[in-house]
């Protein structure tokens, strides 16, 4: 299953899908860390979609909520204002993130 792909019913009527990336988003719940997810971005948003140990769960984030997004070491970031700070992926499987992490950065400027 890929998480990249959502249900046009999901989207507003004048919104256009953009590039998404698909990974292991390492973000701690519990004891857990590491997990399946995506950023699919839009024309009007991101949204991120994880699978929380089989379980899907989105999350939407206007673009006004991200600092920026980057890559370091190989490792996808997205950065939010205080509190949530970095959000790292790793192991990118599906998109290419040069082209993700442009688009991201031309819509939070």
Known sequence: MSLT?????????????GPAVE???IYKVGEQTHFKGAYI????RMIMNVDMN???YKRVFSYQDI???IIENNTLFIEFP??????????VTEG??????????????
């Open 41 to 44: 971005t839009t024309s009007e």
């Open 67 to 69: 600092v920026r997004a």
């Open 23 to 25: 990974g292991t988003i």
């Open 82 to 91: 205080q509190g949530m700070g970095k959000v790292a992926m790793i192991d």
């Open 96 to 109: 290419d993130v040069d082209t993700f992490v442009e688009y991201v950065n031309d819509k939070v400027d």
């Open 54 to 56: 089989g379980e899907s």
């Open 5 to 17: 792909k959502i249900d046009k019913d999901e989207l507003y009527p004048t919104e256009k899908l």
